[in-house]
């Protein structure tokens, strides 16, 4: 923890900082700008966070980005709709190895993301489905996978659940919580893999 | 804790590991209260917006279509839930959290409106809210900065004194969460497409001042 002077002086420097963007915000006129400011003014308050400099900030930081990205994507949204911008054209890019490699560099990493179990390996199995996704397109509906993703989560709070009302039973809610984490981590990263609006590899083949 | 007057006698706590949320009567009737207008948001229909046409006898109904009702349905419940966190909370932190769900649930509820007036108050109660987490986040870190700790239940006690600027940090950042019925005055929404939700700010908004009130003066 720091203590003392530092603080004093990191703080002092954060106040600085404030008010500079504060100004900053006064003085833009244009929404798109404010808007960017408003994401280094949220960074400001982060950062006040991170400088406790303990366990507690570090347990702290986390939600709060959470919160404050959820805000900055909900305003981007409704700054999209407010001046009916249209979405952004996408290029294609055809590329030969883009159709032989996700086979099997998707299945390696999903492989070991399996072997790696929960939160790491949720991210290294999602990584290879992202990149099969985005290669080779994909037909089906991912309703139902948002759903799995969003059980999953529901595990991962339970098994904290049982963490503080049940805490004898930690081994079968550690196990819960690293199998539900795997599970939510590779489903929302997979869908990022879907995310590209139109033209899958088979369309662009045809035409 | 629970010696000043408005607070009155504690009547139950919920424990979650050291994190210990409390209901005094002045709590549990905020909590009631929030509970009580998340059963209306799920039982009411929405209002339907009916204009005249100048001149004549005609009327017309604006309706609202069946998802942007099922959304602006859920953000209101959601704001609720967020608002229920926010006056049982025991710890600082948490309070603080959401807090912030409270002015991003706010957004939501008149997001999916279409007309542009609306969406631009949303986006300037936006841009308000995001600046107000600088004072609420940097309230509750000073507080754990001086005291080390963030239970309301620690800094209750005589030993530790909370430095007043985080007291006002904290009340500057609540000010900023709970500005949006000024914008929605401000936008004449209050009797636009989907009014039983638009409720909704104004009672979390009124919840979380409330409770901001009781804080201060316990810690």
């Keep these: 923890m720091i203590t003392g002077d530092a603080y004093l002086v990191g703080t002092g420097v954060l106040f600085i900082a404030v008010i500079i963007c504060m100004i900053a915000l006064m003085r833009e006129k244009d929404d798109l700008h404010r808007l960017i400011l408003t994401g280094s003014t949220e960074v400001i308050a982060l950062s006040i966070i991170a400088f406790l400099a303990t366990d507690l900030a570090e347990a702290l930081i986390l939600p709060g980005l959470v919160v404050s990205l959820a805000e900055l994507v909900a305003l981007s949204e409704i700054y999209i709709n407010k001046e009916g911008l249209p979405p952004a054209p996408v290029q294609e890019h055809t590329i030969e190895a883009f159709s032989s490699a996700p086979p099997i560099i998707g299945c390696i990493l999903v492989i070991y993301g399996i072997v790696l179990s929960g939160f790491t390996g949720g991210a290294v199995a999602g990584v290879g489905l992202i990149f099969y996704f985005m290669c080779l397109g994909h037909h089906e509906q991912f309703e139902l996978l948002e759903t799995v993703s969003g059980y999953a989560w529901v595990l991962w709070v339970l098994a904290f659940f049982i963490f503080m009302i049940l805490p004898s039973y930690w081994f079968f809610a550690v196990m819960m919580a690293g199998t539900a984490i795997f599970a939510k981590v590779l489903i929302k990263m997979a869908l990022i893999g879907t995310m590209k609006p139109s033209g899958t590899r088979e369309d662009t083949d045809h035409v | ?219």
């Design chain 2, 1 to 219: 804790m629970f010696d000043i007057p408005i607070e009155g006698p504690a009547l139950f706590t919920l424990a979650f590991g050291d994190i210990v949320d409390y209901f005094s009567p002045y709590t549990l009737i905020l909590f009631i209260f929030a509970a009580l207008f998340i059963a209306l948001a799920i039982l009411s229909r929405p209002e339907q917006h009916t204009d005249i046409i100048f001149g004549t006898d005609g009327v017309y109904t604006k309706g609202i279509p069946a998802d942007q009702q099922k959304f602006q349905r859920f953000m209101a419940i959601a704001c609720g839930l967020a608002a229920m966190g926010a006056v049982v909370s025991g710890d600082i932190f948490n309070f603080c959290i959401f807090t912030s769900m409270v002015g991003l649930t706010c957004i939501g509820i008149v997001a999916s409106s279409q007309s542009r007036h609306v969406l631009n108050a949303a986006f300037e109660y936006g841009i308000v809210t995001m600046i107000a987490m600088i004072p609420l986040f940097g309230g509750a870190a000073l507080i754990a900065a001086t005291t080390g700790t963030l239970s309301i239940w620690e800094l209750a006690k005589d030993t530790i004194t909370v430095p007043f600027a985080a007291k006002t940090f904290l009340l500057l950042g609540v000010m900023g969460e709970g500005m949006a019925p000024f914008y929605v005055a401000k936008a004449e929404i209050t009797r636009a497409q989907g009014a039983p939700y638009i409720l909704m700010i104004h009672v979390s908004s009124l919840l979380i001042f409330l409770r901001i009130i009781e804080i201060v003066i316990t810690i």
